[in-house]
């Protein structure tokens, strides 16, 4: 499930130097950085979810329920009791999740924004140039990076929607 970081916990330079496992790996746990960087993710996220054809694309990719999410661990999972339920009801859906009005909508925004406002810290990969190679390459480095945070105790929340379309 997708909940907020702990704040209590702040993540301090030596872990940090430690996730650091490639001079392309960069991160920075500077308040006013830190700002910058919620504000940022935040308000790429909402672009995302309010534009028609970005937000279409992720729900395309969610997988609703556990059975979805086993037959096609691929996607964005949304799993648990109340999910299940929901969808049973047929109060959750792709099309419920495509309306704007909609409470499904608006209860994943309601989610969201707390994790993006309590991130701790960021990372960030820099490649040399943007070709396939690289992307691969980057990708490498992402699950080495989130492979070693969670050997650490610590959650990452991978926000792409600043590198994406806009």
């Known amino acids: ?18 996730l ?3 001079p392309s790996v ?3 746990t500077d308040p006013a950085l ?6 940022l993710t935040w308000d790429a996220w909402m672009i995302e979810a309010r534009t028609p054809r970005t937000l279409k694309e992720s729900v395309d990719l969610m997988r609703i329920g556990k059975a979805e999410i086993e037959a096609n661990p691929d996607g964005i999972a949304l ?4 999910i299940e339920a929901l969808a049973l009801a047929g109060q959750l ?16 925004v309601d989610k969201y924004r707390p994790i993006m406002a309590t991130s701790a810290g960021y990372a960030w990969l820099t490649t040399p140039a943007n070709t396939r190679r690289d992307q691969l390459e980057a990708g ?3 699950v080495r990076f989130n492979l070693a945070a969670s050997a650490a105790g610590v959650a990452v ?10």
């Open 1 to 18: 499930a997708q909940v907020a970081f702990d704040t209590a916990r702040p993540i301090d330079r030596a872990l940090i130097d430690r």
């Open 20 to 22: 650091q496992l490639h």
């Open 26 to 28: 960069l991160a920075s």
């Open 34 to 39: 830190l700002g910058d960087l919620r504000r």
């Open 79 to 82: 799993r648990g009791a109340v």
């Open 93 to 108: 859906s792709r099309e419920s999740l495509l309306d704007p009005d909609s409470a499904g909508r608006k209860a994943g």
């Open 140 to 142: 490498r480095r992402y």
């Open 157 to 166: 929340h991978p926000v792409s929607q600043a590198l994406q379309e806009f």
